[in-house]
């Protein structure tokens, strides 16, 4: 029997695991999910989504499990609290919205015709979530599908392998009928056999690149929805009129957060001439201030990456990054606790150019690497020069001229003023290798349902 383990980054332990699911018993519980759906899509919305509200609020309340476990599987810090501002926001939003979202629009009513296009739920649909913040990315397709009229089957991350059980466990204690939202523990290999057999209607992946690439191939040929939201190498750029402090503590914590393990994180930063010292010595003096250490310390505002295998890309980008020529600006001594692994202290990177790996793919980690830019079609060009686009950052006081910019600018979201935050209103999507697909937002509800038309006439 495969096991699928957790290994903490806290102290390199195996912190859980759980028996991988055979293609027999997966395949059971998908025709389990597929009976389901049809009584649960036949429930009120008012009620379905009020469920989903519950399964919600049960899980607020398991909050002092929740944290310390996230702590052991991937590494953040106790003293942030967990996801629930962002899990909650989410959840909150998209139930406002349900109602409206998924409402018939009516083209025709009359003596002759009746003519409206209506929403109707895809069926069973697949989440496969990410390590990184494994409430809220999933959250971002489990409410709005269950909402819908889809039963959900969820696969974590081996790196956060309780979070999909926690998930179920709270909403079926809060009343989500067992097979209408089941987790799964599943290998790669018979994910992958799921897929290509067509079991589900929709898929959902969040992660690497490499991960949505290995869910479209076994996916051809079966037509099966999907979103995917896919690598980033998100960038800001800082104008010559932009609130300068405001800029390096946003930017920064963009940057570094949860160890720069942030779909949306900062990854590179391009800052006008007449700002660039300026900016980068508050900088360096705002990363300076973090504390690296145990995540269930209450002190620590910095643990380690998720993963010693995460932490050790990091390194060798930076390290090529400096033998190219780039220049280091955090002192290591700062941060004894560095350990070579998961253990990883901030830094960055000046004298950067795109000949550097560090500037053109995802690092992932608490490293940014800044460049001094003469003008806005100078950031334009380096920003576009990637082939992710999820967000931009644009740092200025003109709101017309960040709108100009943002035309331009080949990403998903176009931020001014701030950055890392995903708005439930706005949908969340990306261009290039970012992926495909949205969720969240009115549009996401219209994801995880197919239109059906209706052309009634009249006798």
Not at 9 to 25: F, T
Not at 183 to 202: P, R
Request: include cysteine.
């Amino acid at each position: 029997m495969t096991m699928i383990q957790c290994i903490s980054p806290v102290d390199g332990s195996v912190y859980a695991e759980r028996p991988a699911s055979s293609l027999e018993a997966a395949s059971e519980a998908v025709a389990r999910s597929r009976r389901a759906q049809k009584d649960w899509a036949k429930r009120p919305l008012e009620d379905r989504v009020q469920l989903v509200m519950k399964g919600v609020a049960r899980l607020n309340e398991m909050v002092d499990e929740v944290v310390p476990e996230l702590a052991w599987q991937m590494g953040r810090p106790i003293r942030y609290g967990g996801e629930f501002k962002g899990f909650n926001e989410r959840s909150n939003y998209v139930a406002s919205v349900a109602a409206d979202a998924l409402a018939p629009i009516e083209i025709e009513r009359s003596a002759a015709f009746t003519r409206r296009i209506e929403r109707e739920p895809h069926g069973v649909v697949f989440v496969i979530a990410p390590w990184n913040y494994p409430y809220m990315t999933a959250i971002n397709t489990v409410a709005p599908a269950l909402m819908a009229g889809n039963t959900v089957i969820i696969k974590h991350a081996a790196q956060t392998l309780l979070v999909g059980e926690r998930m179920v466990r709270a909403f079926v204690e809060a009343g989500v009928p067992a097979d209408v939202f089941q987790n799964l523990f599943l290998d790669h290999a018979t994910s992958e056999k799921l897929i290509a057999a067509g079991s589900f209607n929709f898929i959902n992946f969040t992660g690497s690149v490499a991960g949505g690439r290995a869910v479209e191939k076994a996916a051809a040929g079966t037509f099966t929805g999907m979103g995917l939201e896919l690598g980033g190498k998100d960038p800001g750029y800082v104008m010559e009129d932009a609130d300068l402090d405001a800029a390096v503590d946003t930017l920064m914590d963009g940057a570094t957060f949860n160890s720069g393990q942030c779909c949306c994180g900062i990854e590179r930063i391009y800052v006008h001439e007449s700002l660039y010292d300026a900016f980068v010595e508050k900088s360096v003096a705002w990363v300076s201030n973090y504390k690296l250490g145990n995540p269930l310390d209450k002190e620590t505002s910095l643990g380690p990456m998720a993963n010693v295998r995460f932490a050790r890309t990091v390194r060798q980008q930076v390290a090529d990054a400096v033998a190219k020529g780039a220049k280091a600006l955090v002192d290591p001594k700062l941060f004894p606790q560095d350990d070579g692994g998961a253990y990883l202290m901030p830094q960055i990177l000046v004298n950067v150019d795109h000949s550097m790996e560090f500037m053109r793919e995802e690092t992932f980690g608490p490293a940014v690497g800044i460049m001094k830019v003469k003008s806005d079609a100078e950031a334009l060009d380096l920003m576009n020069d990637c082939k992710y686009g999820l967000t931009v950052s644009l740092w200025t006081k003109d709101e017309e001229r960040a709108s100009r910019i943002g035309t331009e600018l080949e990403t998903g979201t176009v931020f001014m003023n701030r950055c890392d935050y995903l708005d439930p209103a706005l949908v969340w999507t990306g261009v290039k290798e970012t992926g495909r697909g949205g969720s969240l937002s009115v549009l996401g509800f219209h994801n995880l349902t197919r239109p059906k038309s209706y052309h009634l006439k009249k006798a």
